[in-house]
């Protein structure tokens, strides 16, 4: 099944230095230095392959989000966007729509779809939480269309998650994600997976991501779901 992909601007920079600058409350110290970047081919391929439309089939309705097919059959996504659902599909960029049980997060906002679906590249969750300023780059099925859209973003910075739905600290971006790119991923420039956009602010008009350190607190086995690959 071949969908159109919709690209705003360029998928990675080329490279940039880090601040010495600390990260979110309990993140590693970031010291500086030069990153070795993902090349804007790598970055095409990686996000065109792992960016999945997921769609939850209820009673009487549908439910459109998207998500990250990490590896090894394993696609995260949001709580939300499959909870409740009677069954539910991932539908990659191209090939055929997958089907898998779910398991839902009790401590996060997050989910995860076990099916046979084999992307042919692997998806890593980022060594550290980026920094402010840092680029970004977040893709998703906005209001459950077929068009895959990825864009261009930044770190405005860490604020607490208690009043957003989280439980921990979550990341603030620079772009306002739309209903249906729940569940996509946020890829630093090395091409490695920061985030999971989750929820925007309606007063700022900005994004909310949950962290690589907090996804990874969720997939290691000790967060409520099995213990998956990309971790």
Not at 98 to 105: D, I, K, R, T, Y
Not at 182 to 201: C, H, M, N, T
């Amino acid at each position: 099944m071949g969908l159109a992909l919709v690209v705003f601007s360029s998928l990675f920079a080329l490279a940039f230095v880090l601040a010495a600058s600390p990260g979110p409350a309990g993140a590693p110290r970031v010291e500086p230095g030069p990153v070795s970047a993902i090349s804007p081919v790598d970055a095409r391929r990686l996000i065109t392959a792992t960016t999945v439309r997921i769609v939850g089939f209820g009673n009487s309705s549908l439910h459109s989000g998207s998500g990250v097919a990490c590896g090894d059959g394993v696609t995260i996504t949001n709580r939300h966007v499959v909870e409740g659902s009677a069954a539910i599909t991932v539908a990659p960029h191209e090939g055929p729509v997958a089907f898998g049980p779910v398991e839902l997060s009790p401590q996060a906002d997050l989910a995860i779809v076990r099916t046979q679906l084999r992307t042919g590249e692997s998806v890593r969750l980022a060594v550290h939480d980026p920094v402010a300023g840092e680029a970004l780059t977040i893709a998703g099925y906005p209001v459950g269309g077929v068009a895959l859209e990825v864009s261009p973003a930044k770190v405005i910075d860490y604020v607490s998650g208690r009043y957003r739905d989280e439980r921990a600290t979550v990341m603030r971006v620079s772009l306002n994600p739309q209903p249906g790119m729940s569940g996509g991923p946020v890829f630093d420039a090395r091409g490695q997976l920061a985030g999971i956009v989750y929820a925007s602010e309606v007063q700022s008009g900005y994004g909310l991501v949950i962290p690589a350190s907090r996804l990874r607190l969720a997939l290691n086995g000790s967060g409520g779901l099995t213990s998956v690959g990309c971790n």
